[in-house]
């Protein structure tokens, strides 16, 4: 990288006006580079070819919703993302949350083998090897995944405890549309079930409407391919819904005439139509990622407070931070562009005073829905005779509370 | 994005109704009729894919035995590390729901339970039961759970007809529900 000399003089300049400016100039000078503490890391073949993290970065995911991962069998279940050490908005693949169904071995496919097909309610039954699917019309968006277990309780701890079961990743692959209008569905065809080639061939049904509407056939995720974790070498992706409809190592697609009730979709059935209709469309959801619950402030001062906001209903249109117990709402910033279902991150200027506090955040998405409070889920259902619980989805608001000694707990009560 | 363009024509001098749906790219092909059969594991709730076949509780128990279900589910369907199979004693007339989240007891049709032991049973050897042993032990779970005779005879016409107890009682989605809308009418979060 040169610089013509005109724009280096320049740019001297306005450092050092700028350095002026905030009073840095009696500072120490930054001339020489402070050597690295441990050294250097030794160059090798695998370093060059893959990198990795720094061994100083041990943000690591966790089994969740009290499962061991793998469990007795070498099943993995539920692991949960740690969110609480996350910046911007994509989930390194390394730490995207893995949801299974029943627990499940994590196939070796060999892509050249892999082959997707369409079939049932349709006019051309169609096979495609990878590379076909790769010779499509692409997409390429930034979308959350969030498991229906994603919710928080009073026993939780940490973030990656009360929301750890969601993750954003950009992903890469065909819209399932182009191959169904490809394959051409027939009048009729209502739902599709999308199955997997793992052992147990997880399956989920998905309304038509659904699948037409922004189902992607994903081969890529940040930027590679799927990781064998999120189904390499293709997975469902059902934006904005529940986890389980997304499913992995995609081998099937079935067009069929109703809900054919899998073992996936028995798992998440509903007693009431209200419930069910909660179950499907993630609502507008947000979380405090620092600080949160178990994160200890140095001090009081100066802190930006930061979160992921999201919705299965599409943009983010508004993050609301409260550091008073939800009793006063502040606008938050909205980092970056608000992508349609997909983390957002937010952040809040606050100065902390050393009082103990609780910290809030409240989301609104762009179809006006606004993320409740555990409260007022209970008051709007107990005032139609109905239990006090969360149906359907949790996107109810996480509080955290800052005691005097700067510790952040969680304060579901 | 020239082969719609040469299309075109050729569909209208064909006089192919402007409404047929037609492939646009051209890629992937046709599976053959037995690669769909190999492939085609679903089983709806009316059944219509579920092949011929058929089996008892009494040859379910014996099923159970031999491909050693009991080394995982416990050998009366409970206290092993996998999923308990028998329903929870609440009493003759307690609600489905009560019984606990276990397949046999809790799903609406017994072809899913069908189903699962097809796709997904035995751990490590899935897919490798006979439509006949599927049947049996379909049979087995669905009277060790109180839901059918002793005696009754599973097969491809009466499994879909087994009357479960939550038959009734779940909630499909609502007729107005769409994607992409608030989630539920007047229901502001």
Excluded at chain 1, 94 to 115: C, K, M, N, W
Aim: with cysteine; net charge negative; proline share 7%.
């Amino acid at each position: 990288m040169s610089l013509k000399r005109s724009d280096r003089r320049e740019f001297l300049k306005r450092g050092a006006a700028l350095a002026g400016g905030l009073g840095l100039a009696a500072a120490k000078p930054a001339l020489g580079q402070t050597p690295a503490a441990g050294g250097i890391i030794t160059g090798s073949p695998e370093l060059v070819a893959y990198g990795t993290r720094s061994r100083f970065v041990t943000s690591e995911r966790i089994a969740h919703g009290g499962r061991a991962s793998p469990d007795a069998f070498g099943l993995d279940f539920h692991i949960a993302s740690p969110i609480q050490d996350s910046v911007g908005v994509i989930t390194p693949s390394s730490l995207h949350y893995v949801g299974t169904t029943r627990g499940a071995f994590v196939p070796e496919i060999d892509p050249q083998e892999h082959r997707l097909m369409i079939h049932g309610m349709v006019d051309r039954p169609l096979i495609f090897t990878m590379e076909e699917l790769k010779r499509l019309p692409s997409v390429t968006r930034l979308h959350f995944i969030e498991c229906a277990g994603n919710r928080a309780n009073r026993n939780h701890t940490t973030v990656q405890e009360t929301h750890g079961m969601t993750s954003c990743a950009e992903w890469t692959g065909v819209l399932l549309s182009t191959l169904l209008n490809e394959a051409g569905v027939q009048e009729g065809g209502n739902w599709i079930v999308a199955e997997g080639v793992e052992e147990v061939k997880g399956a989920s049904s998905i309304p038509m409407a659904k699948a037409m509407e922004d189902c992607m056939i994903c081969y890529g995720m940040n930027g590679e391919a799927v990781r064998p974790q999120q189904g390499f070498p293709l997975r469902m992706l059902a934006p904005g819904f529940e986890g389980i409809l997304s499913v992995k190592w995609l081998r099937r697609i079935k067009v069929v005439d109703q809900f054919y009730m899998t073992y996936n979709d028995y798992g998440h059935l509903r007693q009431d139509s209200d419930d069910a209709a909660l179950s499907m469309q993630i609502g507008p959801k947000s979380v405090i990622t620092y600080p949160s619950g178990g994160q200890q402030l140095p001090g009081t001062g100066f802190f930006e407070v930061s979160g992921l906001a999201w919705s299965g209903g599409g943009k983010v249109s508004r993050v609301e931070v409260s550091t008073d117990g939800g009793r006063n709402w502040i606008d938050a910033e909205i980092r970056g562009t608000a992508h349609p279902m997909a983390h957002t991150r937010f952040s809040f200027q606050w100065n902390w005073d050393g009082a103990a506090c609780e910290l809030q955040s409240r989301c609104t998405d762009e179809l006006g829905s606004v993320q409740p409070t555990r409260a007022q889920i209970g008051e709007f259902w107990a005032a139609r005779g109905q239990p006090p619980r969360i149906k359907g989805q949790d996107n109810s608001i996480q509080p955290w509370r800052i005691d005097r000694d700067g510790s952040v707990h969680n304060a579901i009560s | 994005m020239q082969f719609p363009r040469l299309l075109l024509p050729l569909l209208l001098l064909l006089g192919v109704s402007a409404q047929a749906q037609s492939p646009t790219y051209g890629v992937g092909r046709t599976p053959s009729a037995e690669e769909i059969r190999a492939w085609d594991i679903s089983i709806s709730p009316t059944g219509e894919e579920l092949p011929p076949g058929r089996g008892t509780a009494d040859e379910g128990a014996l099923v159970y035995q031999q491909k050693a279900c009991a080394g995982c589910h416990g050998a009366t369907g409970t206290g092993g590390a996998a999923p308990r199979l028998i329903k929870n004693d609440r009493g003759a007339d307690a609600d489905p729901w009560s019984l606990g989240r276990i397949l046999p007891i809790r799903s609406p049709y017994a072809t899913a339970v069908w189903d699962f032991i097809n796709r997904g049973m035995p751990l490590y050897q899935e897919g490798s039961l006979t439509t006949n042993e599927v049947y049996a032990l379909t049979a087995y779970l669905l009277f060790v759970n109180g839901v059918i005779e002793e005696d009754k005879v599973l097969d491809e016409k009466s499994l879909p007809q087994v009357m479960m107890p939550n038959r009734e009682t779940w909630a499909p989605l609502p007729d107005w529900w769409k994607p992409g809308m608030p989630r539920l009418l007047d229901y502001p979060y």
